[in-house]
Structure formats: structure tokens, C-alpha cells
Nanobody
């Protein structure tokens, strides 16, 4: 299985920016970013399909977050701009992903990989 390692989380003020990185140990066909706050279900944020470059964003981040990838380095990025306190969460990357309607879904059980997560805190 592909191993994933996220980095880039930090404390940032509202309106600020961060770039998260997810380094994969091997090739993937689809990969996505998710976030979770205590007491809530994990939420799909954005994903990209490597073969055709199709990209999805959740409505909560559309227009503020940008997903990109460096295929040569097997690394996917999440550029987060105009951050809001409600963006505070642990951010995870996962592969593979699927999109059902407008919902981004990560792998179920052992059918894929999740990273360990990186904390993003948006606060003044």
C-alpha cells in the first residue's frame, strides 16, 4: 500500500494562508484532502484524479483552496488562502478517493491509505 505523510500544518491568523503537502511513497491514481474536528465526521475537502486531472472541491473551500500535484515527486499540495476559524481541523490526505454527487469519499477500511494528519489552527 502507498504510505502518505502530511506536513505544513500550523497556527495562522484569520485571512492568512498555508500550504499543506502530502508525500506519497508510490504512484496513485486519485488522492484527496480531508479534515476532521473532534466530535464531527471527517469531511472531504478536495481531490484530484491523476490520469485526467479532474479536480473537486467542497463548497466550504471552493474559491479559497487549490489542490495541485507534482507527479514526479508523488506529492500533492493544498494551498489554503483566506483561512477562516472554521477551517481549524486535522487535515488528512488519502488514496484512492471517489466522488459521489458532491461528496468526496476516502478509502474504506484497508482498501487504501490515510496519512497521520497535520493540525491546522486558524485563530487570532
Amino acid at each position: 500500500q502507498v504510505q502518505l505523510v502530511e506536513s505544513g500544518g500550523a497556527l495562522v491568523q484569520p485571512g492568512g494562508s498555508l500550504r499543506l503537502s502530502c508525500a506519497a511513497s508510490g504512484h496513485y491514481y486519485s488522492i484527496g484532502w480531508f479534515r476532521q474536528v473532534p466530535g464531527k465526521e471527517r469531511e472531504g475537502v478536495s481531490c484530484i484524479s491523476t490520469p485526467d486531472g479532474t479536480i473537486y472541491y467542497s463548497d466550504a473551500v471552493k474559491g479559497r483552496f487549490t489542490i495541485s500535484e507534482d507527479n514526479a515527486e508523488n506529492t500533492v499540495y493544498l494551498q489554503m488562502n483566506n483561512l477562516k476559524p472554521e477551517d481549524t481541523a486535522v487535515y488528512y490526505c488519502a488514496t484512492p478517493v471517489t466522488v459521489v454527487g458532491s461528496t468526496i469519499l476516502g478509502p474504506y477500511g484497508d482498501l487504501g491509505s490515510w496519512g497521520q494528519g497535520t493540525q491546522v489552527t486558524v485563530s487570532s
